[in-house]
């Protein structure tokens, strides 16, 4: 047994050390995350300056006032009366439209959304480009890394004789102490209350960095593991990036009116709280529109519908009870990772989880740096 923690104890301290630098940064990106929708929705978008009673312009209208830029692959309407119809060409821009009068209003900040995503490109490959393997591959080995450690810090943790006392020092956070004392103490006692936050986040980390963690998480629950195609990201958001910007007024002469496919999409979720259309293309012979009775980041409460294009019909329905087991909680992955699966009490605590990770990497140097230069320092 005491070989076993000394071996468990070096492969701690070494993946700790190798990948404490890479951990660090991706858990100051993270915090810096949490609570990105609701910072952007508050300081980065405007909001609506009519009459709330004022009657909605539909749908078709606003397509056939935008401005001949390309063709938009989006539009999304929220439930909130003061939020201003988005009008997405992908993921290069974004315009925002009064919805009672379908002008251009204005736009998201481009300052607050550009600090985002460099902060979400530094989290997700170290500021490297998507093309770019290296950041994927790295930041995938800090999550698998990271999750090694904790799993072998419950082991390191657990005192070897049991007593109060010893149970004290690793499950409180202890005044007066110093040095080596004080960053074994809250290396301990932070890594045990976060742990669970900490080892969801880890996990989620793997499986959205690894495609075999995913196909694994599929074949456990009896699923067919997801084409390489979908290895990436949903197919939806690949159609909406590549659809060309250039079929805008053909695809509006060729569809049945809009709006009413709209209504009935939000008859099918009474308590819908945005709803988004997908501009259908030239050659698309189905109407996308998915409707969110959630505030976001919750995919249990998304549903997707298509409708005929040339008659309006509603033609298919997928609610995530519909997806097999292996998809959901693959989706479930995503946001549980942000904590937006839980609300604004999910953010704050993988926020908190975030800073704890942080903290566990500090006292964690500074222990080794005691334990290798500490020795020489006092001779």
């Not at 294009?309 to 479930?332: A, C, I, P």
Request: charged content about 20%; some cysteine; glycine content about 10%.
């Amino acid at each position: 047994m005491k070989v076993f923690r000394s071996l468990l104890f070096w492969l701690h301290l070494g993946v700790g050390l190798g990948l404490g630098l890479v951990i660090a940064t991706m858990a100051a990106t993270g915090f810096v995350l949490a609570f990105e929708r609701q910072i952007t929705t508050a300081f980065g978008t405007p909001k609506a300056t009519g009459s709330a009673d004022a009657p909605r312009i539909p749908v078709d209208a606003v397509l056939a006032h935008l401005p001949q830029q390309g063709s938009p692959t989006q539009l999304v309407e929220h439930r909130d009366r003061q939020s201003l119809l988005e009008v997405r060409y992908g993921r290069e821009s974004t315009l925002l439209a009064d919805p009672h009068t379908g002008q251009i209003v204005g736009q998201p900040s481009r300052r607050l959304h550009g600090f985002f995503e460099l902060d979400e490109r530094i989290h997700r490959r170290l500021g490297l480009s998507m093309q770019n393997a290296f950041g994927r591959s790295v930041t995938g080995a800090a999550a698998l890394g990271f999750l090694c450690i904790l799993l072998s810090g419950i082991v390191l943790w657990f005192p070897r004789k049991l007593s109060g006392a010893n149970w004290r020092a690793r499950l409180l956070l202890r005044r007066g102490l110093a040095g080596k004392a004080r960053d074994w103490n809250q290396h301990n006692a932070i890594g045990l209350w976060l742990l669970l936050p900490l080892a969801a986040i880890a996990a989620t980390g793997v499986i959205m960095a690894y495609p075999w963690a995913t196909n694994l998480l599929y074949r456990a629950t009896g699923s067919e593991p997801p084409v390489a195609a979908e290895k990436h990201g949903p197919p939806a958001a690949g159609r909406e990036d590549r659809r060309g910007h250039g079929d805008h007024g053909a695809a509006q002469a060729q569809t049945a009116l809009l709006e009413p496919m709209v209504a009935m999409a939000a008859q099918q979720v009474p308590a819908w709280q945005s709803i988004a259309l997908t501009v259908p293309g030239a050659k698309d012979e189905t109407v996308a529109i998915t409707v969110d009775a959630g505030p976001g980041g919750m995919p249990e409460k998304v549903t997707r519908m298509a409708f005929d294009r040339q008659t309006g019909r509603l033609v298919r329905v997928e609610r995530f009870s519909d997806q097999v087991m292996g998809r959901r909680l693959r989706l479930w992955a995503r946001f549980v990772h942000t904590g937006e699966e839980f609300g604004l009490w999910g953010q704050s605590i993988a926020a908190l989880a975030a800073l704890g990770a942080l903290w566990l990497v500090w006292t964690g140097w500074a222990m080794s740096w005691r334990r290798f230069f500490g020795s020489a320092k006092r001779a």
